[in-house]
């Protein structure tokens, strides 16, 4: 395989081990911060160093009316739906639960892409979609029989994942008119925006507006923000729209089970949350399943390139 075919396979793992971490670094922050101050800080700092790299023509931008009309329906789903989502299902929710949960995405992009975008994954491919979600829901399984489930908070991880799945469809659907920084742009300031404007609203309405910068006192929270706000967010989902723009999406989906792992890694030496027999087991299905679906969806891609 040439380098160029293996590029999006490394960016992948490098965005989805940035995402596995960033649950790390959400937990800690919104445990003294308001989940939409939180989302403002984050987004806001995205948006102004894109802004940054725009001014200094580090970046380019090239819009079409309907480009911004197609990529405000895209950044409604995710950063908007998505976040807001996940980050209240990380109030109730332990950061490996989270990670599993996320892992489901490339059930529901393997189904819905055959739909939207008429990329069908191969019989093999599918196969190793299954096994990897076969680790997702057996961690899952096992949890209920040996711990008590948060019904609540798995109810909101299902609609994040959901979420996730139609931002990959939508992604890969639009990144044929628009480049990967473009669709960046405009997420990380349709998200920096909404998340303030709310903030804001409710600062003015208790009256503490000039605290409004307050939380980035804390270096916890400092570096949270500036964590998620500039890798997590912007070299991560540019890493992720070129991904979408190079591989189909149920290549790119199926990598959202390395977050698992990462997450529930880091849930275990970080939080020190405990990890059971059956996450070990669940885990390595997991890798199996990422590794295959995407062995052979290279093995597609080189065959159609042959063909060409």
Not at 222 to 231: D, E, F, K, N, P
């Amino acid at each position: 395989m040439s380098k160029k075919n293996i590029l999006p396979y490394f960016c992948a793992i490098i965005v989805f081990s940035i995402w596995g971490l960033s649950f790390i670094f959400t937990k800690q922050a919104i445990v003294s911060v308001d989940v939409y101050h939180f989302l403002g800080l984050r987004f806001g700092t995205a948006a102004l160093v894109l802004l940054v790299l725009k001014l200094l023509n580090i970046i380019k931008l090239n819009y079409t009316k309907e480009d911004l009309y197609k990529l405000l329906i895209l950044s409604t789903v995710q950063p908007l739906a998505y976040f807001i989502l996940e980050i209240n299902a990380l109030k109730v929710n332990t950061t490996s639960e989270v990670g599993i949960m996320m892992s489901l995405i490339p059930v529901f992009v393997a189904i819905l892409a055959p739909i939207f975008l008429d990329e069908k994954p191969s019989r093999s491919q599918f196969a190793f979609i299954l096994i990897s979600v076969s680790g997702v829901i057996f961690m899952i399984v096992m949890k209920g029989l040996t711990l008590q489930i948060n019904l609540y908070g798995m109810l909101i991880l299902l609609l994040a994942v959901i979420s996730g799945s139609f931002y990959n469809i939508l992604a890969r659907k639009f990144s044929s008119h628009c480049t990967p920084v473009e669709i960046t742009f405009v997420m990380m300031w349709l998200g920096a925006i909404v998340f303030n404007g709310i903030s804001i609203y409710k600062h003015i309405s208790l009256g503490n507006l000039n605290e409004y910068f307050l939380p980035l006192q804390d270096i916890h929270i400092l570096v949270s923000v500036l964590y998620l706000g500039i890798l997590a967010s912007i070299v991560a989902f540019f890493l992720f729209n070129y991904n979408l723009s190079k591989l189909s999406a149920s290549n790119v989906a199926v990598f959202t089970n390395f977050t698992t792992v990462v997450s529930i890694l880091a849930g275990v030496f970080i939080y020190k949350e405990p990890f059971y027999w059956y996450q070990v087991l669940g885990t390595i299905l997991i890798l199996i399943g990422v590794a295959g679906t995407n062995y052979f969806g290279a093995k597609g891609q080189l065959k159609i390139e042959e063909e060409r």
